[in-house]
């Protein structure tokens, strides 16, 4: 285990320094924003691309030819020995990091890859390995993109635009307050990844204001980086805006017996769902991507000229809406309503992109066009390795290795440990996968320590709904990329001190919050 780390956390940050110096994404398909300097190190993108690639596969192999690794051992001294199957997929698991983060191929053309790659070794048999790239999870993805393009085709992102900014006006400050506050009260009721999907069009429309060739900035780079980071925030305060919240609770009771009701975990987890959209704006609007001008000009008026032309509704957009509410009814609903409660929450949004089909809302040119089918692909392999490094018991004997050199720690190390252990998690495979992994081991450890269960439960909730660093730890992540207003690259260096302010601040809450709501670290 202590190879992994040796070796990852160095080489992350080597690499991703060279990628910043040598101008951001190793493909080139996006320039570096003019305000940044630029150090030229003699690579083109190309020779930084095979360098990249190189790297990799290099990893693959280390783990392809390395003997077996030892057995990870918990406090009571069961032994979890790492099969064959399993050591390949870490080394697959680190090559996947690798390529999208630097994006040294087409970010789906990597997930591809992971399928690929999981036949071709052996890992899993081919079915298995391509069966998750139309997960409902997956699925539901492509309906939330669906979603989000209807109301661009109906015209309503353009009028939902026009009203916010009518309201707060022309300070570029107060606009990126504007969208990060829409995007997390709408978390409230929607999937987050829906939320994205709805408010990426939206956001568009705000930036041909700011500037009509839409070049990349620092106002342009603020506002989507923070939209997919509220937009985890915002999923954090209630059990709709995310599927994690449902899954966690489900392990938390089958392991421990105990229940949290819909309204306890909002009371958990509301407050540092606000606090990090907040703390979001003003690091990104203040110091991280302070935007090139403090008010844009005769927007205002232009808005209000604009609005005043738009008229009345259309029949288009009161499908949209008529639509969506009825999606956030149902999946709302399946709390609640013990009938809705074993359908999986893939089907409403499906069947509402099926009848904007019937209803000639959408065409197959919108199908072909209009979806990103690189990001669909991307949460396909995300997914796949997911499950393979599930199934092989790889990520198991990780969390084992990793949570029991804390074993013997102050019960905030152990907690900041298994915060970090899940962030990472979810910054490469799905959030679920992350909490089923890390939580089952991180609960039986917590009774060894005296810590109590529902903290470890707040904490791996909160890590999982911040992933900062890699688009395909959330589907937000991957929604905000694409406006080409920021790299791959250029999204992991912003992350890095937001993770650690994630961190920070559940710390914080373990130590001054939660215990204020009726959770105290330990139990006696």
């Known amino acids: 285990m202590f190879v992994i780390y040796i070796l990852i956390i160095p080489l992350i940050s080597i690499l991703d320094l060279l990628n910043l110096l040598g101008g951001g994404q190793v493909n080139g398909t996006v320039q570096t924003m003019q305000t940044e300097p630029k150090i030229k ?38 032994a979890f020995a790492l099969s064959r199957e399993a050591q390949l997929s870490i080394g697959l698991f680190l090559l996947a990091g690798i390529w999208w983060v ?29 069966a998750l790239f139309m997960d409902p999870s997956v699925l539901f993805i492509l309906g939330s993109l669906m979603l989000g393009l209807a109301f661009t085709k109906a015209g309503l992102t353009n009028r939902l635009a026009f009203k916010m900014l009518s309201v707060v006006g022309e300070d570029t400050r107060k606009i990126l307050l504007g969208v990060f506050t829409v995007t997390l009260v709408l978390t409230l009721l929607m999937a987050h990844t829906a939320v994205a999907a709805t408010m990426f069009p939206l956001m568009m429309a705000i930036m041909s204001m700011y500037d009509s060739e839409g070049r990349p900035s620092n106002f342009g780079r603020a506002m989507f980086i923070g939209m997919a980071y509220s937009a985890g925030a915002g999923s954090l305060i209630t059990l709709l805006g995310a599927s994690r919240g449902p899954v966690a609770l489900g392990f938390f009771k089958e392991i421990t017996g105990f229940e949290v009701s819909f309204l306890q975990y909002t009371m958990y987890m509301g407050l540092l769902g606000v606090v990090m959209m907040l703390l979001t ?42 639509l969506a509410l009825a999606v956030v009814l149902v999946l709302a609903s399946q709390q609640f309503v013990p009938a809705l409660a074993a359908m999986n929450r893939s089907i409403p949004i499906l069947i509402a992109a099926v009848i904007m089909f019937l209803t000639k809302l959408f065409t197959v040119e919108d199908l072909e066009k209009g979806i990103p089918w690189n990001i669909v692909l991307l949460f396909g392999g995300a997914m796949s390795i997911g499950t393979c490094l599930w199934v092989t018991g790889a990520a198991e004997w990780m969390a084992i290795n990793w949570l029991t050199m804390f074993q013997h720690a102050h ?18 495979i799905m959030n679920v996968a992350a909490i089923a992994i890390t939580m089952p081991v991180a609960l039986v450890m917590s009774q060894y320590l005296g810590v109590n269960p529902y903290l470890i439960l707040c904490v791996c909730l909160a890590a999982a709904g911040l992933p900062f660093m890699l688009l395909v730890g959330a589907a937000p992540n991957a929604i905000a990329y694409q406006s080409r207003q920021f790299t791959t690259g250029q999204f992991f260096l912003t992350g890095i001190p937001f993770t ?19 959770i105290p670290a330990l139990i006696h």
């Open 41 to 78: 190190l003699g690579l083109s993108d190309e020779g930084k691309r095979i360098i990249f690639a190189s790297l990799g596969i290099a990893l693959f192999a280390l783990f392809y030819f390395l003997p077996q690794l030892p057995p990870a051992v918990d406090p009571t001294g069961k």
């Open 102 to 130: 630097f994006e040294v191929i087409p970010i789906g053309v990597t997930s591809i890859a992971i399928g690929v790659i999981q036949a071709a070794f052996m890992i899993r048999p081919v079915t298995d390995a391509f």
């Open 500 to 518: 650690i302010l994630a961190l920070v601040m559940i710390a914080l809450f373990a130590l001054l919050v939660w215990p204020v709501l009726g």
């Open 411 to 428: 019960w905030l190390v152990f907690v900041v440990a298994i915060g970090l252990l899940v962030i990472v998690m979810t910054n490469f």
């Open 281 to 322: 704006w003003f690091l990104l609007s203040y110091v991280f991507c302070k935007p090139e001008q403090k008010t844009v000009a005769g927007l205002k008026h232009k808005v209000e000229e604009v609005y005043a032309e738009l008229g009345p509704m259309t029949r288009k957009e009161i499908l949209v809406i008529v």
